[in-house]
């Protein structure tokens, strides 16, 4: 395998998306990830955004499982079980997101693992926390995001609370999984050393929300969405979004008085505010004439040639063709065994000595045998496991 993180191995023993895109991410940067599912599949792969489906595949899966091997256990049978430790005792990291304690009740606790395998890296991610009054309760992007205040930071003031359309307490904390993965191994290339780490989407959700939750903390001004478009509960005039003649526009903290001029509005001449609290959406309102007499295109061209802080807003198709976006390669693909030609976004990331790679999804239990190869079981124990339902296989 190559990329930076070729020969790091983890146990994948996570669902859904906060642990399956942080390992995924990790896939792409060369670590071989093994897919630890139950003989039905990730929860994934029974469910997708839009519920959708590619010839039987979900594309909620395929979106977030690329680039790993896939073996189907249940860990409920002892030889379950014990192919899995195998298979952690071979591993540098472990990457679970169970609801606490499950895997303490399936006999693979840390305090346990820690004691067979002092070197590994165990990352527990869940909705809430590994204790406290949250703990018996079940976790999810939409309840992280609803306890942790952000509905309110969202849409326009006198609509209810608004959440956001894409799972960003998810994709937060997979990004926090990878830091606190990266960092632990750093540790342990150093001391030795293995260690526990936990995340939950409270959390990271938080953290997202650090600049705004911060303002509140000291100065107990709770965030007053705009009623007018306002690009931000806490930011003034003129950030905000704006409809042309063909379609809209978005402006950063830029004066009032120079948007003002460039779009033909009079009545700021000599407003070099970038940030006006006060009457905010009055402003706007003022300035949202001057927008509208032009397409989106022509306000971009003045803009640029002005160092304006302004951007065309794109629909997907309209981003899909973006000149930027095609030339950074973000979108990209791979052929599956079922799906064909799938397209998706690519790593974010560039590496000038390790390139990351985009590999296919596996198909569940596509490589079972193989791993089970790897861990020193014969054919002939493999088979058995087999018929015994232990294990899952589906070949490509």
């Not at 060369?30 to 010839?55: C, F, M, T």
């Not at 999810?140 to 959440?163: C, E, H, I, R």
């Not at 903290?253 to 948007?259: C, E, H, S, T, V």
Request: charged content about 20%; aromatic content about 6%.
């Amino acid at each position: 395998m190559s990329g930076a993180l070729a020969g790091l191995r983890i146990a994948d023993f996570s669902q859904l998306v906060q642990g399956p895109n942080a390992t995924q991410m990790l896939a792409d940067m060369g670590a071989d990830v093994v897919k630890i599912e139950p003989l039905h599949g990730d929860w994934q792969r029974n469910w997708s955004l839009g519920d959708a489906y590619i010839n039987g595949e979900a594309v909620s899966f395929l979106t977030f499982n690329r680039g790993k091997r896939s073996i189907a256990l249940n860990l409920k049978h002892p030889a379950g079980k014990d192919a899995a430790l195998k298979i952690i005792k071979s591993s540098d990291v472990l990457l679970e997101n169970f609801r606490p304690g499950v895997m303490d009740r399936l006999g693979l606790g840390y305090e346990f693992l820690a004691g067979v395998h002092p070197k590994l890296i165990y990352c527990a991610s869940c909705g809430w926390g590994q204790d406290g009054p949250y703990v018996e309760r079940p976790g999810q992007d939409l309840l992280a995001q609803a306890v942790a205040g952000v509905l309110y930071l969202n849409g326009k003031g006198g609509d209810p609370p608004s959440p956001v359309g894409m799972g960003i307490a998810d994709l937060t904390a997979s990004f926090h999984i990878v830091s606190a993965i990266l960092a632990a191994v750093y540790h342990r290339d150093r001391s030795g050393e293995g260690q526990r780490i936990d995340i939950n989407l409270l959390n990271s959700m938080l953290t997202l929300a650090t600049q705004e939750t911060t303002l509140y903390l000291n100065t107990g001004s709770e965030p007053q969405r705009s009623a007018n478009g306002i690009g931000h509960p806490c930011v003034g005039a003129p950030m905000g979004i704006y409809r042309t003649s063909d379609g809209h526009i978005v402006i950063a903290m830029m004066p009032i008085g120079k948007i003002a001029e460039l779009v033909g509005v009079e009545g700021f001449e000599g407003n070099e505010s970038r940030n006006l609290m006060e009457n905010r959406d009055e402003v706007k309102r003022k300035l949202e004439p001057g927008f509208a007499r032009k397409t989106t295109a022509e306000l971009m061209d003045i803009f640029m040639r002005a160092d304006m802080w302004a951007a065309p807003v794109n629909s997907f198709s309209t981003m899909e063709s973006d000149p930027q976006v095609r030339h950074n390669h973000t979108i990209t693909s791979f052929d599956h065994p079922k799906v064909k030609n799938f397209r998706t976004i690519g790593p974010p990331i560039q590496f000038s000595r390790t390139p990351s790679a985009v590999k296919r999804p596996p198909l569940l239990g596509e490589h079972s045998r193989e791993i089970l190869t790897e861990l020193g079981y014969s054919t002939n124990e493999i088979d058995q496991l087999f018929r015994e339902k232990v294990i899952a296989e589906n070949r490509a």
